[in-house]
């Protein structure tokens, strides 16, 4: 997807020739999603009358059925970037806006996955997906229903029954996964939901979380450490300048055929974005 923010590369000639681009978000004909345009977001500081610039004048588009996903190096404002569409944390300046909307604080259009599963341990996989479902007023029964499709499609039908702490750390981040889309929302804001588990695990959920997208698009925010991971499921990989006060640096369309499987991983061009972002990152890292 070509982004509006400043900074957008290509990866050379012989990989921007490919393919016919599809109607970009937020540049006409395809309405943004969700649209964070020239943001800065500041901590206070005890004890200091200044204010900590984490993150500075980022602009980026994210379209209706669109992954961006977001690399840079550690402590960058990648989280905060995230929090900040999830309306957890105020912006000082800029606009972040869903549906053209100011976000005010969060909602059930934007839910959030985390490192962490969080599930509650003292009640089954199938009431912790009900359970979000319930606090928005939905009955019990349909609750159930809606937990049992949920399990269903991240692949734990056999598993409604048992409590958190009989799954393995993958599983429970597929009910995590499907919590979040519990109250269906329309943007998923995960922030490096896969970075706890091994590395087979971590592939496992990569490829259902493309089989979900296919099924059911959303607007994705996705933060990543993990290069490949972010070339295998961005629609558009996004990299962040080194913090404080951090920007967009570049922001790369990755022009790779869908629907992705761990075929992707094989194609000489899935290689060449990687490479490409190892070297934007190694730049950004030494800035
Ligand atoms: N609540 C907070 N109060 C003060 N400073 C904060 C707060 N949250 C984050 N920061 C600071 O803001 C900067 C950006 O943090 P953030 O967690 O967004 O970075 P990140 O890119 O997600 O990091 P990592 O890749 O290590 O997870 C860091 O310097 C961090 O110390």
Redesign the pocket.
Known sequence: MRPVSHGTTKVGPELADIGEPEPKAGTGSVPAKVSVRNVT?A???RGRSKD?V??ADATFDIGPSEMVC?V????????????AVAGL?PHRSGAVLVDGKPVTGPGSDRAVVFQKASLLPWITVEDNVAYGLRSYGVGKRAARERARELLDLVGLTAFARSYPYQLSGGMQQRVNLARALAADPSILLL??PFAALDAQQREILQLELLRIWSDTPKAGLF?T?QIDEAVLLGNRVVV?SR??A?SIRNAIEIDLPWPRSRDTRLEPRFTDYVEHIWELLSAAQAE
Do not use: Q, R
């Open positions: 977001i901590y206070p500081m900590f984490a993150v977001v840079g190096p550690s402590g960058c404002g990648k989280s905060t970037v995230l929090s944390v922030d490096e933060i450490h962040s913090g404080p951090s």
